[in-house]
């Protein structure tokens, strides 16, 4: 692997040159003299120890209030698009809750059919046996119930 000395491994990592200068003298990095003298450690070494360099950003050479102020912009993004999300899964379950209560309403108009129904024939079985025991009105009990309900 590549030997680089202390300033390029501080830029490429992402670390400060005193940082770099405490793991070698703490025994945490290894490093060794280049024919100059200067201090140069092995990219391997700084792998081990530090994992693989920062990626180089894309706004590198952006002034750094413009990139927070992208970072921020970002942030934004992500949070409406969680908003949006929510907000289409609010939808869909109103959805489903309008359907369920169409199908409430549906299955509570067929009930009150079959019990008007149910009613309209036991109106009838009375008006019959009214009909047989005692003498005749002048208009049959379910007319006369209905007239009430047409009022």
Same mark, same amino acid.
């Given at each position: ?46 792998? @081990?120890?530090?994992? &693989? ?8 050479? %952006?002034? !750094? *209030?413009? =990139? +927070? $102020? ?25 959805? @489903?809750?309008?359907? &369920? ?8 108009? %067929?009930? !009150? *059919?079959? =019990? +008007? $129904? ?34």
């Amino acid at each position: 692997m590549a030997q680089l000395n202390i300033s390029q491994v501080a830029r490429r990592w992402g670390k400060s040159r005193q940082t770099i200068y405490n793991y070698l003298s703490e025994g945490k990095l290894s490093g060794e003299n280049d024919r100059e003298g200067n201090t140069v450690i092995d990219s391997s070494e700084m792998i @081990r120890v530090f994992g &693989e360099p920062q990626a180089k950003s894309k706004t590198s050479n %952006v002034p !750094n *209030t413009v =990139q +927070g $102020e992208l970072v921020e912009l970002r942030q934004l993004v992500e949070i409406e698009k969680l908003k949006r999300t929510h907000a289409e899964e609010r939808k869909q379950d109103l959805e @489903r809750q309008v359907s &369920e209560l169409k199908d409430t309403i549906e299955a509570l108009k %067929v009930e !009150n *059919t079959r =019990q +008007g $129904e149910r009613l309209e024939t036991a109106l009838k079985t009375l008006d019959k046996s009214l009909d047989k025991s005692l003498p005749s009105p002048k208009k049959p009990l379910l007319e006369q119930i209905s007239g009430l309900w047409k009022k």
